[in-house]
């Protein structure tokens, strides 16, 4: 079966790419949540939106993504939460949130959906965090979660 991604799908390839799965795969998985649409024609014209989409937000090159790495790596994150007694969030952190708390740290805007975070953070500490910025080139940091 013949698609277009129209999401991020890890091992399969980025939004815009013309791939081909399994018939089962497709159509009860990747369909349904919206990952990616049927390819058509029609559909594969929408392929160059997509894209163009894509590179206005994605990471230039290679080099530009090391110095992204550089800028995140050299970063003091922290994240002010409300908390209740031994530490314990009411919810748990986002990876959204996490994007704010790097802008407001002054670090570079990031896509929610580069990040890697450790499971879910339910409770104050330092959690590592890892940030996809090109397909060779990924950084790290840590997120010190905090009561505030």
């Known amino acids: 079966m013949k698609i277009i991604l129209?999401?991020?799908v890890s091992g399969l390839?980025?939004?815009?790419d013309i791939v081909e799965v399994k018939n089962g795969y497709g159509r009860n998985y990747l369909l349904p949540q919206g990952f990616a649409i049927s390819w058509t024609k029609g559909a594969e014209k929408?392929?160059?939106?997509?894209?163009?989409a894509?590179?206005?937000r994605e990471i230039r090159d290679l080099g530009h993504a090391t110095e992204?790495?550089?800028?995140l790596e050299g970063l003091k994150v922290?994240?002010?939460?409300?908390?209740?007694?031994?530490?314990?969030?009411?919810?748990?952190?986002t990876p959204a949130e996490v994007v704010d708390a790097v802008k407001a740290a002054g670090?570079?805007?990031?896509?929610?959906?580069?990040?890697?975070?450790p499971g879910h953070i339910k409770?104050?500490?330092?959690?590592?965090v890892r940030v996809k910025l090109h397909p060779e080139v990924s950084a790290k940091f840590d997120l010190n979660v905090v009561q505030g």
């Open 107 to 117: 670090g570079p805007v990031l896509d929610r959906r580069r990040l890697e975070m």
């Open 123 to 128: 409770s104050t500490g330092s959690y590592p």
């Open 54 to 56: 894509r590179s206005a």
């Open 13 to 16: 390839g980025a939004p815009g």
């Open 6 to 8: 129209t999401q991020e």
């Open 68 to 71: 992204v790495k550089d800028q």
């Open 78 to 93: 922290s994240l002010k939460v409300r908390a209740g007694d031994g530490g314990r969030l009411f919810g748990s952190v």
């Open 46 to 52: 929408q392929v160059t939106v997509i894209k163009r």
